[in-house]
């Protein structure tokens, strides 16, 4: 089993910034990605950004420009800098992490984007 646990959510003003982290631990093995996904109330969990082991990145449409996604492969970290936050990204954020066994998933972390 791999545990994740996430860090750093809150609550920010349109136009700022978070930093979110997600720390592995447990049966890691190798995490072949990890990343992050959103859920907002009444809809479905979707893709933020994910990278490989190996540094491929994949962003959603809708954070390209603005989210930057990091992971430590030693560390087993993955982090999410957000950045010109808005409204539309209140949302809880998820950590997910996938390697040869299993997908795993954070318990989540609530952002909230005042206008």
């Known amino acids: 089993q791999v545990q994740l646990v996430e860090s750093g959510g809150g609550l920010v003003q349109a136009g700022g910034s978070l930093r979110l982290s997600c720390a592995a631990s447990g049966s890691i093995f190798r995490l072949n990605a990890m990343g992050w996904y959103l859920q907002a109330p009444g809809k479905q969990r979707d893709m933020v950004a994910t990278?490989?082991?190996?540094?491929?990145?994949k962003y959603a449409d809708s954070v390209k420009g603005r989210f930057t996604i990091s992971r430590d492969n030693v560390k087993n970290t993955v982090s999410l800098q957000m950045n010109s936050l808005k409204p539309e990204d209140t949302a809880v954020y998820y950590c997910y992490a996938r390697n040869l066994a299993s997908d795993y998933w954070g318990q989540g972390t609530q952002v909230t984007v005042s206008s």
């Open positions: 990278m490989s082991y190996s540094g491929s990145t």
